[in-house]
C-alpha cells in the first residue's frame, strides 16, 4: 500500500483560503464546530478514509506550517506509521487508521500560540502546560470530524508513557494498547531526528539510545522500541 499523494489542485485551493482570515479562525477550536456545520452538507453519507486520504495530506501541511521546525514532521511520522503497520502485516483499513492516527496527532497545535510553538530556549511551566494542551484539543477536533474511536484514541495518547508520567490523562501501561504505545514510540524518535530549536537532529543510532534509555526509565515500552529501532536502522543502512 502506497503512502497517499497531495493532489496539486487541492494545494492551490488551500493557498488560496490561506489569505482569507476567517480561514484561519475556523481552524480555532472555539469555531472549529461552526465552521464544520457550514462546510459538511446535511446528508448522512460516511467519507471512508481512502476518500478522505488527500483533504487529510492538506490538513496535515497546515498543521506543520506552523513552525518552521516542523515542517515535515507529520508527513514523515505518517510515512513511518504507515511502514511500521505494514511490518506488522496489518490489513489495508487498519493500515489506515494508524496512518491517520499519525497524521493528525498534532492538529490541535493549530489552537497553540506561535510564540510558544517558536520559542527557542525551554518553555516555562505555564508554557508547557499551554503547548500540552494540544493532546486535548486534537481528541477534540478529531472527536468532532467524526474520526473512528481507536484513530482518535492512538492519535491522543501519542504523549502518554506507561508508568503514568505522560499527558493528558497520565495513563498507565495496563490502559494503553499496543498502537497508541507505538505511536508514541514513533513520536519520539521522529522529534529526535529533526532539527529543533533546542537540539540538532540526531543519527538513527543516537535516537534509538534514547529510546532504550527511555524505555528503562518505564516511559515506552521495550517490545516496541525494539521493534522500531530494527525497522529504520533497515531503512537507514539500505
Do not use: C
Not at 518553555?123 to 473512528?148: C, P
Not at 481507536?150 to 490523562?169: F, K, V
Request: aromatic share 10%; hydrophobic share 40%.
Amino acid at each position: 500500500m502506497q503512502e497517499p499523494g497531495i493532489s496539486r489542485s487541492l494545494a492551490d485551493i488551500i493557498l488560496s483560503l490561506s489569505d482569507n482570515l476567517s480561514f484561519w479562525e475556523y481552524l480555532e477550536s472555539r469555531n472549529i464546530t461552526y465552521a464544520l456545520e457550514r462546510v459538511f452538507p446535511d446528508i448522512d453519507h460516511a467519507v471512508s478514509l481512502t476518500e478522505f486520504s488527500r483533504p487529510a495530506r492538506i490538513i496535515s501541511t497546515l498543521v506543520d506550517s506552523k513552525s518552521e521546525y516542523t515542517l515535515t514532521h507529520t508527513s514523515d511520522l505518517a510515512a513511518k506509521a504507515l511502514a511500521a503497520a505494514s511490518a506488522r502485516g496489518y490489513d489495508d483499513q487498519r493500515k489506515l487508521k494508524f496512518y491517520f492516527a499519525a497524521l493528525f496527532h498534532d492538529i490541535g497545535k493549530l489552537v497553540i500560540p506561535n510564540r510558544i510553538l517558536h520559542k527557542k530556549g525551554a518553555l516555562n511551566s505555564e508554557e508547557m502546560q499551554e503547548a500540552r494542551k494540544h493532546v486535548y484539543y486534537t481528541e477534540k477536533t478529531l472527536w468532532e470530524i467524526g474520526f473512528d474511536r481507536e484513530i482518535i484514541s492512538w492519535a491522543a495518547n501519542h504523549h502518554e508513557r506507561l508508568d503514568g508520567s505522560g499527558y493528558p490523562r497520565g495513563l498507565t501501561a495496563d490502559q494503553l494498547d499496543r498502537e497508541s504505545r507505538t505511536l508514541a514510540v514513533l513520536d519520539v524518535y521522529q522529534s529526535l531526528t529533526e532539527d529543533r530549536p533546542y537540539w540538532k537532529a540526531k543519527t538513527h543510532g543516537e535516537a534509538a539510545a534514547v529510546l532504550s534509555q527511555m524505555a528503562e526509565q518505564g516511559y515506552l515500552n521495550s517490545r516496541e522500541v525494539e521493534e522500531i529501532s530494527l525497522l529504520f536502522s533497515q531503512s537507514v543502512t539500505q
